[in-house]
């Protein structure tokens, strides 16, 4: 067990270093990066897409979209109207870590770019370990999940900054309480930023482009 422990922490703090470096190549260039979080089927790549058509060209954005699996994401990103998509293929692994995202960044070009967001794999667990460089996680839950995702899953939602609840549209037609859900939210996180929106009807996206936007302009160059 003791070793166990030792190997867990020299692998972490190989990744704080890569995180590290990615952290400072961004924050040079003024790139604002978003670590992306949820469990499966909670809407990552949905309001992704939707961020990527409303915003066209005017906020010049890359994506990289991890999965165990298949580059279903990334190809629908593309489609979508991203212009500078990359897939992580983690063939096994259940979370980005730094020296994959690192491989990737090293071959974009990041010179035009002003937003960057990281889609992880789909699981509330690891991901909350691994820092990616990112300046902020915004984890996704949706109404067809428990309303106490925020209390099993504590780190992930004490690590990320903002959570967006999906699919609202569906609200009434699950026994999923939003307002339980916000309070387990701010119960673990006092300063999370809460939006609700539907990705299927577009209810709310307003809230979340607003504020995308203002992070993206804070951002210096
Ligand atoms: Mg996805
Ligand atoms: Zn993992």
Redesign the pocket.
């Given at each position: 067990m003791a070793e166990k422990v030792t190997i867990e922490k020299k692998v972490l703090s190989e990744n704080d270093r890569l995180a590290a470096e990615i952290r400072s190549t961004l924050e040079n260039l003024g790139v604002f990066c978003i670590n992306m979080v949820s469990s499966?089927?909670s809407?990552?790549?949905?309001i992704?897409e939707r961020t990527l058509a409303h915003f066209g060209e005017s906020i010049p954005t890359a994506l990289i979209?991890g999965?165990v699996q298949t580059e279903?994401?990334a190809d629908?990103l593309k489609k979508a109207g991203g212009k500078t998509v990359r897939a992580i293929e983690t063939g096994g692994a259940c979370h980005l870590d730094a020296k994959m995202v690192k491989r990737v960044l090293d071959d974009i070009d990041l010179q035009d770019i002003r937003l960057l967001f990281i889609?992880n794999v789909?699981n509330l667990v690891c991901p909350a370990s691994f820092d990616l460089g990112e300046d902020l996680k915004v984890v996704l839950m949706s109404t067809t999940e428990g309303d106490d995702k925020p209390l099993k899953y504590p780190s992930m939602f004490r690590r990320s900054s903002v959570m967006i609840i999906n699919k609202c549209d569906l609200l009434g037609l699950s026994n999923f309480d939003k307002e339980k859900a916000r309070e387990n939210a701010l119960t673990i996180n006092g300063k999370m930023k809460i939006i609700e929106v539907s990705c299927r009807t577009g209810e709310g996206l307003e809230e979340w482009y607003d504020w995308l936007e203002s992070s993206v302009a804070q951002k210096k160059r």
């Open positions: 499966p089927g809407g990552k790549t949905s992704l979209a999965d279903n994401d629908r889609e789909g």
